[in-house]
């Protein structure tokens, strides 16, 4: 077995007087054949202060020391290092920091501390030995997850580790063992104790777990670990309500929930998290209406309560109740050119996001990887508008704001430019400065024949009042 071990490193364990073990991640690897992983964690039968002294004496910067739990990190040559005491942890009923440690020269006792068997075997990285109290190399070799104690014990302690299985399963491409499963499941509840910004950081973890060791559909396996131990149904329980809810057999193979996870399965790794939550909206129109015409508008809102509720980042947030409110356009290929070019400019800022969602969408209902056709439909179109010069964003529009000054009120300058690229949208020639100019002056007209027509609510009433 090789670890990518940074030399300093290596020296310190030799200069040592007690054994310094590589743990977790990065030996699992190793002895899986995987690639090494670029952070590495320590451990040791020895205190922090003791360690950080020894690691600054051999020139490697502790950036962080915590006494009470016995952990200090590191950075060399660009990497990430965490070392920890040996020590047992006691948990407060599900929350993720152990509310006490206990230090121990033990092992074993370290080893039954963690989460699952694999992340439990250890390397010495003065002999190179493996130290396997658990057996975690037979696990490993067998692809398994198994916990390091009974099931139960080990998700009542710490609820996160019920989305950790499902993500590290994904990425390893293991299989949790039945016990583990069952112990995950009767634990469900607890992810509720877990805080919304690392559930939210997992559930990306998870959504992108095929880039880790390349391993396609890696994400979609976690998602399935999450519906089975029913811990979807905490996180995500908009989502879990498409389960059992059928669709049209002409279009869909699925209930709601898998064609979602399927969507997902398909999806450009940049859009998984839209795609995950496209439908989200079917459930709930389906309880009004008992059919799921109108989900896209649902879907927006719900989406972004999910969102609020996981203090997902703004930006992210509308992007993805954006797309949930934009995928069923043109479903039925049957709009218009015109309507597809002036929503082509209108979505510039989210149209190569929407292409994609759409393709996973389409390859998620029947498992058709071939192109959407209303994706060969609009490009047909968008190519054409790029052949004519089309301007699809402000910035490309042939006159600019000041231009107007004269011919359009000031305060409508901004609604007038939007006006005018939806005009060039027709026709890539009318993006002419002198086209332009004049268009603008007839679009001005009509507001403020719109504004005569129809004047500002209250101004009659304050004439009434006057009188």
């Known amino acids: 077995m090789r670890l ?3 030399k300093r490193l290596r020296q310190l364990a030799e200069q040592a007087d007690f054994p310094l073990y590589a743990v977790g991640g990065a030996v699992r690897d190793a002895l899986a054949g995987l690639p090494a992983s670029d952070d590495i ?3 040791a039968p020895a205190d922090a202060e003791k360690f950080s002294a020894l690691a600054e004496k051999a020139g490697i910067r502790a950036s ?13 040559e660009g990497r990430k290092i965490e070392f920890t005491s040996f020590r047992t942890d006691f948990y407060r009923g599900g929350e993720h920091a152990p509310c006490a440690v206990r230090f121990t020269d033990k092992i074993e006792e370290d080893a039954l501390r963690r989460d699952f068997t694999c992340n439990a075997v250890y390397c010495d990285l003065k002999t190179g030995e493996v130290c396997d109290p658990l057996g975690g190399q037979k696990d490993i070799e067998e ?3 198994a916990t390091t104690r009974p099931a139960d014990e080990v998700f009542s302690e710490d609820g996160l580790r019920l ?4 993500r590290q399963a994904a990425q390893l491409g293991f299989v949790p063992s039945l016990e583990t499963i069952l112990g995950a499941k009767f634990n469900a509840a607890r992810i509720g104790l877990i805080s919304a910004e690392r559930i939210y950081a997992e559930l990306l973890l998870l959504l992108h777990a095929d880039e880790k060791y390349a391993r396609q559909y890696a994400h979609y396996e976690g998602l399935k670990i999450l519906e089975v131990t029913e811990v979807l149904n905490y996180i995500l329980p908009e989502l879990a309500a498409g389960k059992g809810l059928a669709q049209r057999s002409d279009f869909h193979d699925h ?3 898998e064609h979602s996870f399927r969507t997902c399965k398909y999806a450009d790794g940049s859009i998984r998290l839209a795609a995950l939550l496209h439908d989200v ?3 709930a129109a389906y309880l009004q209406t008992g059919r799921y015409h109108g989900h896209d508008v649902l ?4 989406a972004r309560e999910i969102l609020q509720r996981l203090k997902a980042p703004k930006k992210t947030t509308e992007l993805v109740c954006r797309l949930t409110a934009l995928h069923m356009y043109d479903l039925d290929g049957k709009a218009r050119e015109s309507k597809i070019r002036a929503f082509a400019v209108k979505n510039h800022d989210v149209y190569e996001p929407l292409l994609l969602l759409k393709q996973a969408d389409y390859s998620g209902c029947k498992d058709d990887l071939s192109l959407c056709p209303t994706i060969a439909k609009w490009n047909a179109v968008t190519d054409k508008m790029k052949e004519e010069g089309v301007p699809f964003t402000l910035r490309e529009l042939a006159v600019r704001g000041d231009e107007l000054r004269g011919i359009v009120p000031a305060p409508e300058t901004a609604k007038v430019l939007q006006k005018l690229l939806l005009f060039c949208a027709q026709d890539g020639r009318r993006n002419r400065k002198e086209t332009l100019l004049r268009e603008a002056a007839h679009i001005a007209l009509e507001i403020q024949r719109e504004e005569a027509a129809h004047p500002a609510q209250g101004q009659p009433k304050e004439k009434e009042e006057k009188r």
Do not use: F, Q, S, W
């Open 4 to 6: 990518n071990i940074p």
């Open 41 to 43: 964690d320590i451990c």
């Open 64 to 76: 962080a020391v915590y006494k009470n739990t016995g952990t200090v990190l590191l950075e060399e």
């Open 143 to 145: 692809r398994r997850m």
């Open 163 to 166: 989305m950790r299985l499902a």
């Open 255 to 257: 209930d709601v929930l």
């Open 281 to 283: 909206g079917k459930p």
């Open 299 to 302: 879907g927006e809102g719900i």
